[in-house]
């Protein structure tokens, strides 16, 4: 006989839905254990410590740190965070610290210049470390393009700076990715990754750190998060 539709497994859609609500509760309570003063928003110093306990090892976030989820999610540019607006911190901040370790390996590597930040020509060599060969000057100019966009302030509005800092850094990685293997999966990644992380316009002797996998192997996680997972020893 026909099975009954009450007794078959949720949906794909269905999941996604419980999920979204799940992490609206989730950031709904953090929302109102940060807001010490319950005053319907977030200061400054109740953001930091509300990344600082989302942190997996509870590190106070650099004045960097907090100036980029600031500047990615005060929206109205009152210096403080409404209710709607820690959704938009909290998602940047988790998609920060999901790829800062292999971040901060390429800083270190890559960032001849100790500023902090990737200039063309420093973003030429990562990008030629991660294609084990030269790269193409208009290659470096588009992943520029596609990842420089927090740059400078000014006027409270964010311009590109024709430089990359370590949130940029992730979403360079994943385009690059995403132009060289067409896949489509690794796109809809890099475009939830690029929502999740962008700061809106208009408002050696070391060794070089581990290459992160082609995306789209067989049997590996590298289609869904290219730049998360190492190679094997």
Known sequence: GRRDSASAPPGPGARRASAARVQATKIFHLFKKHDRDRNGTLERDEV???LRDMHPRHEEPTVQDLEW???????NKDGRLQSTEVHKAVKSWQGFLLEQPRIDEAFEFFDKSGNG????AELRKYLAHLN???????EVAWI?????????RAGGTYAPDGALNRPELVIATCEWYARKTRLAENKRFCARLRRALFCYRRESSRP???????AGRRGSSAGRHPIVVHPAA
């Open 132 to 138: 084990d060969g030269p790269v193409e000057d208009e």
């Open 208 to 214: 070089a750190p581990p290459k992160p996998p082609p």
């Open 144 to 152: 520029m393009e596609k990842a420089d966009v927090c740059g400078a």
């Open 69 to 75: 989820v600031m500047s990615t999610a005060d929206l």
């Open 117 to 120: 930040k990737l200039e063309m």
């Open 48 to 50: 930091k410590d509300l």
